[in-house]
DNA sequence: CTCATATCAGCTTAACTGAAATTG
DNA sequence: CCAATTTCAGTTGAGCTGATATGA
């Protein structure tokens, strides 16, 4: 046995502890289920933003994904290294590089959002498809009323 | 200037990778805000899961935390050390200790209730009153039934 | 005996600060 | 000169696996 549910007060907990602690649990159960693939949790959440931005920097993806520059050269080295993401010279600003996904890294996605579907099935079960859509387009207009 | 704001495809994150996305930009800020604070988002969120719980052992706050009963061990020690958290012998089952807030816990927590309250605004900004009960309400049913 | 609890030890990875080079 | 981009280097912290001891 796991021991008996904990019971909760009336009070909560806020809004920033409350996101820390369903992503703690989605953390677990996507960590387990990717596993297999040999991507961390949010070099996975950086190939997918890559794929929704088809184009950016390095420095465009670190505001987005909250980072600072200096963690997104290390996110990135690696993933470029395996040649999941295609790394080509601005042509208009010689300082910058332009980063997009490498057809390895829209295999990889592929491959992985497979075993990514069940888990999201398994993590919303307590809701009804209306409200999965209703938690889905609030948490996404948090999300990018924040970068 | 930090560059144009990025365009999304129609197609957005999947729920697992939004969650990871919002929790980011939620730890960024208040990172910055308990930072006179000695402590971290994740011992935060521990302090406010004992204040729910009223009294708890370590291995049911790794289970409703999702971390190894290890990590919640090197998560308590210092919390412990520094007084924040008050140990004592179950009665009943020698092997387990209970835990429960220290009043020196429940000051600090009340210290810093008063940063996060701004942090929670301004991460909530983008909603109404009444889409921010919402969003409350869905995400303590997705987190309270993944324990 | 088996399962749960608690803890020690070692390890890996994630993300930080600091510093530097380059370009607009 | 100043601001933005990229990257190297060193450092801390969070969470993992493995192993161990003890109690229900």
Redesign the pocket.
Known sequence: ???PAPRWAERPPAFPHLVKWVE?AVR?RVDRAIRPHPV?T??LLLLVMLEELGEA????LARTM????????????PLAERGLIA?TP?P??????LLRLANEGRALLADIRRSTTEVEESLLAALSPAERVQLHALLMRVATSLI
Chains 1, 2 share one sequence.
């Open positions: 046995m796991s021991g703690m677990a961390s949010v070099q920097t390095s420095a465009q909250q980072l600072t520059p200096q963690a997104m050269t290390t996110l990135l080295k790394r601005d208009t600003h010689r300082r910058r590089v």
